[in-house]
């Protein structure tokens, strides 16, 4: 559907990096950074023009990390409207103050300065490190990282008052250690078709429940499943067509819903369907490196499940990682993997996340 969109003149509450900048400005301090600029500069840079350019629509890349990586459209409008909706689901009023540490060549960065400069926040610009916080002596109102960039920031958590993480799972490990952190910490569900988020959990909540916390789905997001069981997603504001996702997931209300995994990671042993994403999060317990599930063929089974792990090989280490699993308490019967490798370094898409078909391909004959 084709839009007419006006680009809104920049809020006036707006700063970046301490100064209010107009749209024709705007301008001028993406070409600066452009071209003079450090490489993550320039890359807002890029987007800033593209932003400011009179089209109703700019270009985005998905992460590549569940498939091929896709150029895809979206329309301003859409994005304007996420933002709003951010700004109300979190309660950020204008002149929030701001941290942005993501790369803004994908959704989770361009959205940042989407909701500055509509929403009127003050927003600081350090570069996407693993560890954004080392140089930041101030308090900010709110800021979007990875789960590795809270892992490389949790001793200095109390400078960010309220915290989403994106761009990948949590692990039970790192929820432990959030647990007690004075910032409010929510996990996200999105993709860049839906302008970044479209619903949220707190990680860190003070009433501390054994049960596990449902997503709850940002203003005018409606959901359904699919005979696959997967998530359908319908939301006029921010999506020209309903999206069918294959992220399997179990609807507790019209407004919540708890993901459960990929469906095109399903594997399927011996007729027992295995879901990788629960297998990890039972695994976390007793791994610290990087490590995904997976499968291979097998001519019993169909299918059989393989355990990668981020490190150098060593047969004591295999032997004992076999030793830990079989031990493991929660780890069904189906749940062992039929193989372990030690892989010293995983393949990875653009933006560090874990590549799994590239990883087996590459290490695995």
């Known amino acids: 559907m084709p839009y007419k969109f006006q680009i809104p003149e920049t809020h006036p509450n707006f700063r970046l990096n301490k100064r209010h900048y107009s749209n024709s400005e705007l301008r001028q301090v993406a070409k600066h950074f452009i071209e003079e600029g450090e490489p993550y500069e320039e890359k807002v840079g890029n ?211 708890f993901w459960k995994g990929r469906f095109d990671n399903v594997i399927n042993s011996g007729g027992v369907k295995l879901f990788p994403e629960q297998i990890e999060r039972k695994l976390n317990k007793i791994l610290d490196n990087r490590f995904f599930i997976s499968s291979m063929k097998d001519d019993a089974l169909g299918e059989k499940l393989v355990l990668f792990v981020e490190e150098d090989f060593s047969e004591e280490r295999l032997s004992q990682l076999e030793e830990n699993i079989s031990n493991l308490k929660g780890l069904g019967k189906y749940e062992q993997p039929k193989k372990i490798y030690l892989i010293r370094k995983f393949e990875e898409t653009p933006n560090g996340k874990i590549h799994r078909d590239n990883t087996i391909r590459s290490r695995v004959s």
């Not at 629509?57 to 569940?66: D, E, K, L, P, R």
């Not at 941290?99 to 803004?104: D, F, I, K, R």
Request: proline share 5%.
């Open 47 to 257: 987007f800033l023009l593209d932003w400011l350019k009179p089209q109703a629509y700019i270009f985005a890349h998905t992460s590549g990390s569940t498939g091929a990586a896709k150029k895809i459209k979206l329309y301003k409008m859409h994005m304007v409207h996420s933002a709003k909706a951010t700004a109300k689901f979190f309660k950020l009023e204008e002149n929030s103050t701001a941290l942005h540490c993501l790369p803004s060549e994908y959704i989770s960065g361009k959205m940042m300065l989407v909701r500055a400069m509509v929403l009127g926040w003050q927003l600081d610009l350090v570069p996407p490190t693993s560890n954004p916080l080392d140089q930041i002596f101030k308090v900010y109102d709110f800021s979007a990282m990875t789960p590795f960039q809270l892992d490389n920031s949790i001793a200095r958590l109390h400078l960010i008052k309220k915290l989403i993480i994106g761009g990948g799972t949590v692990s039970p490990k790192l929820k432990k250690m959030v647990a007690d952190s004075e910032s409010v910490i929510y996990e996200t569900y999105g993709m860049t078709e839906t302008c970044s988020h479209i619903a949220a959990k707190r990680l860190n909540p003070k009433k501390k429940k054994n049960t596990k916390r449902p997503f709850k789905l940002m203003p005018n997001i409606n959901i359904s499943q699919d005979d696959r069981g997967c998530l359908v997603v319908k939301a006029p504001n921010i999506l020209d067509e309903v999206i069918i996702t294959n992220d399997m997931v179990e609807i507790v209300t019209y407004k919540k819903f």
